[in-house]
């Protein structure tokens, strides 16, 4: 199977260099090459899984703490003024 590896790295916004699409092409070949071999095993009776760990619902209680006071939170800021923090503008107008 030949691909156009200047096309799909045009599509991804990459730059590639002559070695690059080369090694590329190999790469690429290989997995859709592995892929078909995949195709061909048996899954009928293998049930869909969306991981293999096995893990469920493997989050922290969410709980509330104390927080910093506004003294201790502005105590390193650079700039504040009336206890907020002063920041330079980032956004342009363009």
Known sequence: MKLDVKHIAKLANLSVTKEEETKLETQLSETLN?????????????????????????????????????????????????????VDAILEND
Do not use: C, M, W
């Not at 869909?48 to 910093?68: C, F, M, Q, W």
């Open 34 to 86: 592995y892929i078909e071999i995949l195709k061909e095993v048996d899954t009928k009776n293998v049930e869909p899984i969306a991981h293999v760990t096995g893990l469920e619902n493997v989050i922290r209680e969410d709980k509330t703490s104390p927080s910093l006071s506004q003294k201790q939170a502005l105590a390193n800021a650079k700039k504040q003024h009336n206890g907020f923090f002063i």
